[in-house]
């Protein structure tokens, strides 16, 4: 069983930086990318970010694109997401999302809260 854990997310003024933090613990050694994803209040659940821990591969969103920055740490099973310039429209509960090569292994954090508010 793998474990995640999400952290950092806050109250952030528009033009704002925060930073996510996810650990992924237990048996992480399936685990071949991660990624970050958002649900904004009355909205569906979408991508924003993911990275493959061993190449470093990453994708992301393009509402995303130029603001935000996915890293790891593949020796520890870490993602973060770098978040700047927020807008009120990054509001969101914010997930991270570790899986298998084919998903055949998929496992999700419980989501923290980012409000983006003047």
């Known amino acids: 069983q793998v474990q995640i854990v999400e952290s950092g997310g806050g109250l952030v003024r528009p033009g704002g930086s925060l930073t996510l933090s996810c650990a992924a613990s237990g048996s992480a050694f399936s685990i071949w990318a991660m990624a970050w994803y958002r649900q904004p209040p009355g909205k569906q659940r979408e991508v924003v970010a993911g990275?493959?821990?061993?190449?470093?591969?990453?994708n992301y969103a393009d509402s995303v694109k130029g603001r935000f920055t996915i890293s790891r740490n593949s020796t520890e099973n870490t993602v973060y997401l770098q978040m700047n310039s927020l807008k009120f429209e990054d509001t969101a509960v914010y997930y991270c999302n570790a899986f298998s090569i084919g998903r055949t292994y998929d496992y999700w954090g419980q989501g923290t809260q980012v409000t983006v508010s003047s």
């Open positions: 990275i493959t821990l061993t190449g470093g591969n990453t």
